[in-house]
């Protein structure tokens, strides 16, 4: 079946811009994550959703991040006033449950410029 | 402060070889343990996990290695092929505390031919 997929794949916009990322998890997949990876780290956890309730929204760095997942399936990375420092590759992962040890599967990221 | 560390940026190995990439961690509460294997433009693919109740878990040519009292575990990769070539990342999670992974910042491995 299909994977996890994100749109879009490239993003550049200004500074005090909004953006939206989409992800589309792999059908069935309860769990939803979303990272970001900045140049040269590993991906760095956002939020994570089980069903269409934000679980763990820790990593969320400021109030400016917002995350949603209104039907349990496919979940937005809104992004408000969009600053230098949001350029990263923003991943989404899927797993079938939230179980601690269950595999997640990553889509390819959408690649945020902000200028 | 980093929780999973990969001291190791990089690493160069001839085709055939042994490929050995390292990671330390050092949060006491980390019980689970996995490698993904990234490819330039794509996502993170899963590679092999290693729960903190064992040492050693096997797949093919990859073999994780976790040493508990080092908080230290390894990939092996035998025999490496030029497939290999991509950046890979250690990751943990705190099952009994949450279900998020804490990534390394990842090891770029390159298999000579």
């Known amino acids: 079946g299909a994977g996890v997929s994100q749109t879009p794949s490239n993003k550049v916009t200004e500074k005090g811009k909004y953006v939206e990322l989409r992800c589309d998890p792999i059908?069935?997949?309860?769990?939803l994550y979303w990272y970001r990876q900045s140049l040269g780290q590993g991906p760095e956890f956002l939020i994570y959703f089980q069903g269409t309730g934000a679980a763990d929204d820790s990593g969320l760095p400021n109030d400016r991040f917002f995350a949603v997942r209104p039907e349990g399936s496919v979940s937005t990375l809104k992004i408000q006033r969009t600053e230098r420092g949001d350029s990263a590759v923003y991943l989404c992962?899927?797993?079938?449950?939230?179980?601690?040890?269950?595999?997640?599967?990553f889509g390819p990221g959408t690649r945020l410029l902000v200028l | 402060d980093q929780q999973v560390k990969q001291n190791s940026p990089s690493l160069s190995v001839q085709e055939g070889r042994i490929s050995i990439l390292n990671c330390d961690y050092t949060n006491s509460m980390f019980d689970y343990f996995l490698w993904y294997k990234k490819y330039p433009a794509e996502g993170p693919t899963f590679l092999i996990s290693i729960s903190s109740i064992k040492d050693k878990n096997e797949d093919g040519r990859f073999t994780v290695f976790l040493n508990k009292s080092a908080k230290h575990l390894s990939l092996h990769i035998v025999p490496s092929q030029p497939g290999d070539s991509a950046v890979y990342f250690c990751?943990?999670?705190?099952?009994?505390?949450?279900?998020?992974?804490?990534f390394g910042p990842g090891t770029r491995l390159s298999v000579l031919p």
């Open positions: 992962a899927s797993s079938r449950n939230s179980g601690g040890d269950e595999t997640q599967y």
């Open positions: 059908s069935g997949h309860t769990a």
């Open positions: 990751a943990a999670s705190a099952r009994g505390y949450g279900q998020n992974f804490v």
